[in-house]
């Protein structure tokens, strides 16, 4: 399944100049994302025959991100942005990353994390910087909506909240509630956000890079958490494997289509809530198609702030983020956590 | 059943009891014991009150006058938690129960009720009603406790656990500000039951663990106004808790809801064992308890684990203590099983009763006889019992009438 997040139907499309092997390989994961009969097997078979296919994880940075102040510049997240998603796809300008990702007509939603307020929330000149790329895209500015749980939330996290038409729209499920029907996978039951499951087809994730007290890290899989109406039922034994089923519900996995993880403030430490003491100014961007690679490699760039900072490892504190590798089992394979089928990707942007 | 989310405000009232016993009585028809004539009219009787048009279904709206009135802001429901302790960090460490979840600045805890506001803990549901209704005790069930009376009953969002088979997971399972609510103040709850002529209010349907503070409050109001008051609970609470919360009520149903670990585990997302020690300490404080176990097909019906829940009960409580062995129904996460089958509850029941337990009852299945109490020495039925409906209340002075057998229980108000 994760052969999905690596390249989009388009790009293999413009990539069929090679040999009726490769074509063939092609078709057979096309039929697995089809969800076609015995698609799995096909599916091992063409992971096994292609040693070439990696997930893609590109980490974008620009040192003068803020300039020489503490707020991000908006011009400078745009071209931040531009990096990270022509670095992902392979891409000359910066308008075709977004073409293959939505078109006209489709209802986007970035899913942000306003819990940490105005110090530590989505970055929202990289929110706006998304708004801008997607419109050019042809997705009409009140077909985007910017939303998390709670609209108080948003505001204290600077959002201008909105619902005017012709306006990029912006609330929380608070405005919507949630869905009456449980949906189930696995260890979990829960109500979906209203504006997940009537006022999107396509999700964009735009979570933060943190430390979690509870599941050891925070970032793309755990932002899922609010798209539920009972996150607070699923924090024990690490959030595993609740992150993992979480992002198993269908409306979830199905609509997910990128992870545009706000890595310019960081927390290594004392998560979730912000703490400035344990935060660093990273001036990042990381961006996958695949949620379990990127919280992989998240991952290790805390684990690498820690050990500068003379700080025990996760798992020396007994909370290593064990729901990474329960979203990457057999059960969920929600993407890869293997190192060796992650391509990191270093874009130096602002020079 | 299809059952519409609760609010004071709302004009009808509907069942929410978490033994809903009248309104499984209509899917449970062939199996019902044959019933006389007499007995078939209460059963009509308690249709009609499931209906809303008799006395224990009266809609709300008329019986309080806060419904319908504007929906008070957050700040009206908060209130310092009672049962927490200060970390460094603004972290906090919840004593309520035993999860003891560490809780950091802007988080709540698993309850979702409880929150984290700059290092000092907060309950988001003190006055915050969103069921409340008038039952007969035996709804609850209580048994032994004024039989044939009401009790005002109402709960507050949220729960301490996850049961799988969680009939009020609409109001258990949201966080407060999810679902509607009422403002609802210790003093005037206590001045409706009085006017309603319920000798006692109820604390049920959710989780009375996650709003102890408002439960503590309103039965000290209600004790000052001469109203009783009684909890339906899981018992999954520290002790010191425990005794602070429930040392306050006239009467306890504890759900106990398995008698392994690993069902705790599984199942509910508990543990067993603080559960029997809130037993234990129920019966020191010489409380009077009342334990139901939801027999659920298949995962906690066996004869090893029935015996060894009886011969725990009989050693650490006592044969006096009574046991309603229920009926399950496929709810929320389990409606892949089945109902329990009628033999298997005789099952359970006929082992307590080979142990030598007192007052074994079958719940949820009306008109069993086995909802009856009879005299343990001499047999004789002294409280007829269809549904919910008492008929004859024979025990005088806490006695059996024929053969002067006490009979333990609160039987007079």
């Known amino acids: 399944m994760w052969l999905r997040s690596h390249r989009p139907a388009a790009a293999l499309m413009k990539k069929s100049e090679g040999t009726r092997r490769d074509f063939l390989r092609a078709c057979i994961a096309g039929a697995a994302v089809l969800g076609t009969g015995g698609s799995m097997e096909l599916l091992e078979a063409a992971e096994q025959s292609s040693a070439l296919v990696k997930s893609r994880v590109v980490i974008a940075r620009d040192p003068m991100l803020r300039g020489a102040g503490t707020t991000v510049d908006s011009k400078r997240a745009l071209n931040l942005l531009d990096h990270a998603m022509q670095a992902l796809f392979d891409a000359d300008h910066p308008a075709d990353p977004w073409k293959n990702l939505v078109r006209p007509g489709d209802r986007v939603g970035l899913k942000v994390n306003a819990l940490g307020g105005h110090a530590f929330s989505s970055n929202l000149q990289l929110v706006e910087a998304v708004c801008e790329r997607l419109q050019e895209a042809g997705v009409k500015a009140n077909d985007i909506v910017v939303w998390d749980r709670d609209t108080e939330e948003l505001e204290r996290a600077g959002f201008h909240i909105s619902s005017a038409p012709n306006h990029v729209q912006c609330f929380g499920t608070d405005r919507t509630g949630y869905e009456e029907d449980l949906v189930t996978y696995g260890s979990v039951g829960s109500r979906l956000s209203k504006i997940l499951t009537r006022s999107c087809n396509v999700l964009i994730n735009m979570p933060l890079l943190k430390d979690h007290d509870g599941a050891g890290v925070s970032m793309a899989l755990k932002n899922m958490y609010g798209v539920i109406h009972n996150p607070n039922k699923y924090h024990p034994n690490g959030c595993n494997p609740y992150i993992a089923d979480v992002n198993m519900l269908p409306d979830i996995r199905t609509k997910m289509r990128l992870t545009i993880c706000d890595a310019t403030t960081a927390m290594y430490e004392g998560g979730p809530a912000y703490k400035p003491q344990y935060s660093w100014k990273n001036n990042a961007l990381m961006v996958s198609r695949d949620p379990v690679a990127l919280d992989y490699v998240g991952w290790q760039a805390i684990e690498r702030k820690r050990a500068e900072k003379k700080l025990k490892t996760l798992e020396a504190e007994k909370r290593a983020p064990l729901y990474i590798a329960t979203a990457a089992d057999a059960q969920h394979r929600l993407g890869t956590n293997d190192p060796r089928r992650i391509a990191v990707i270093e874009a130096q942007a602002g020079r | ?413």
């Open chain 2, 1 to 413: 059943m299809a059952r519409e989310m609760i609010s004071l405000a709302d004009v009808k009232f509907p069942d929410v009891s978490p033994i809903n016993e009248i309104a499984r009585g209509a899917e449970l028809g062939p199996r019902l014991l044959p019933l006389d004539r007499r007995s078939f009219l209460k059963c009509a009787v308690m249709a009609g009150a499931v209906c809303g048009i008799s006395a224990f279904a009266e809609p709300c709206a008329a019986l309080l006058p806060w419904a319908g009135g504007p929906t008070q802001g957050d700040s009206q429901f908060t209130a310092e938690a009672r049962f927490y302790e200060k970390l460094q960090n603004k972290k906090i460490k919840c004593k309520l129960c035993p999860r003891e979840c560490v809780v950091g600045d802007r988080e709540r805890g698993y309850c979702g009720v409880r929150e984290n506001r700059g290092g000092t803990y907060y309950t988001l549901v003190h006055s915050r009603v969103c069921a409340a209704h008038i039952d007969p005790i035996e709804k609850k069930p209580l048994f032994h406790y004024l039989p044939g009376t009401l009790a005002f009953s109402l709960a507050t969002a949220g729960c301490n656990v996850n049961c799988k088979f969680c009939q009020n997971w609409d109001i258990s399972q949201v966080r407060p500000e999810q679902i509607r609510a009422d403002y609802a103040p210790p003093k005037t709850v206590a001045e409706l039951a009085k006017q309603n002529r319920c000798p006692t209010i109820a604390y049920t349907y959710s989780e009375p663990v996650i709003f102890s503070e408002y439960l503590m409050d309103t039965a000290d109001a209600g004790h000052e106004a001469g109203v009783r008051s009684v909890v339906v609970s899981n018992g999954y609470m520290q002790t010191e808790s425990l005794k602070a919360a429930y040392g306050k009520m006239d009467a306890v149903k504890i759900d106990l809801k398995a008698f392994s670990e690993s069902y705790y585990r599984d199942v509910v997302g508990g543990e067993l064992k603080p559960v029997l020690d809130s037993l234990v300490t129920l019966r020191k404080l010489g409380k009077w308890t009342e334990i139901v176990y939801l027999v659920v097909p298949t995962l906690n019906d066996s004869d090893s684990e029935f015996r060894g829940l009886v011969r725990w009960i009989k050693t650490n409580l006592g044969v006096d203590v009574p046991v309603h062995f229920t009926q399950f129904h496929p709810q929320y996460l389990l409606k892949n099983l089945p109902l329990t089958p009628v033999p298997t509850l005789e099952r359970a029941k006929a082992m307590a009763d080979a142990e030598g337990l007192h007052y074994v009852y079958i719940g949820n299945v009306p008109g069993h006889p086995a909802q009856n109490t009879y005299c343990p020495k001499c047999r004789h039925l002294l409280v007829e019992r269809v549904g919910l409906t008492t008929g004859q209340i024979l025990i005088r002075k806490g006695s059996c009438p024929f053969c002067k057998q006490p009979i333990p229980g609160i039987w007079h108000a």
